[in-house]
């Protein structure tokens, strides 16, 4: 089952933060986010484990609560080269070899 | 150059034709993917492998098959495309050993099937 992102677009100024949500509906073992730019390859961002672990990437960060089975990137001070659409990849146990089931996706526009 | 190449990056072709798109990585590492994006829908696994003689179906694996000639390379084949097989395609590589879960992905290869 595809891991549920929200929102599925936000428009934000140069400066403000955002928060980007993925919630499953089954158990999850990790949480891997990317981002991809227009035209581009999918980057990778960070991997959060079972556990809680919060992971840091400059002034991305990311939280993994999974009693509720979901996971929250946090942008702080977004920059322009914030812009793209971030995707979040979803593991329900820690052999399935990466095989991951991804979200749809949230469009982040950073408007000067 | 990048390390994971796609080719051709883009491709217009008609139903029924058996269409290649191949990946070769620079990397070293063991673990390849195909993956098929569309609008919308994210990325969604079509086969993957794990060395040369290790080859597994992914989530949509139906009306593809692939090829793994070297651990660098990483063909997937349409043998009679179909409309619903445009779409972005995508080759990632992961790592070797105590592998971190981190994926490098190609640039891409647009396929139009008209």
């Known amino acids: 089952q595809q891991p549920v992102q929200s929102p599925q677009a936000v428009i934000l100024r140069e400066g403000e933060d955002a928060v980007i949500n993925c919630s499953s509906s089954k158990a999850l073992y990790s949480v891997h986010w990317y981002r991809q730019k227009h035209g581009e390859a999918p980057v990778f961002l960070m991997i959060?484990?079972?556990g809680g672990e919060q992971k840091g990437h400059e002034k991305i960060s990311a939280s993994f609560n999974e009693k509720k089975q979901q996971s929250s990137l946090y942008l702080t001070a977004s920059q322009l080269s914030y812009s793209g659409t971030y995707f979040c990849g979803t593991e329900s146990c820690p052999d399935s070899n990466y095989q991951l089931i991804w979200g749809a996706g949230t469009k982040l526009i950073i408007k000067p | 150059d990048a390390d994971v190449t796609q080719t051709p990056r883009n491709r217009i072709t008609k139903t029924g034709k058996r269409i290649m798109l191949e990946c070769s990585q620079t990397k070293g590492h063991d673990r390849m993917y195909w993956y098929r994006q569309d609008p919308g829908l994210g990325l969604r696994l079509i086969y993957y492998?794990?060395?040369?003689?290790?080859?597994n179906k992914g989530e949509i694996s139906d009306g593809y098959s692939v090829s793994r000639q070297a651990q660098a390379k990483f063909s997937l084949s349409l043998e009679s495309a179909i409309p619903n097989q445009t779409a972005l395609y995508f080759c990632?590589?992961?790592?070797?050993?105590?592998?971190?879960?981190?994926?490098?992905f190609g640039e891409g290869s647009r396929l139009t099937v008209l």
């Open positions: 959060l484990l079972k």
């Open positions: 492998s794990f060395d040369v003689k290790d080859i």
């Open positions: 990632a590589t992961g790592g070797t050993g105590s592998y971190t879960g981190e994926l490098f």
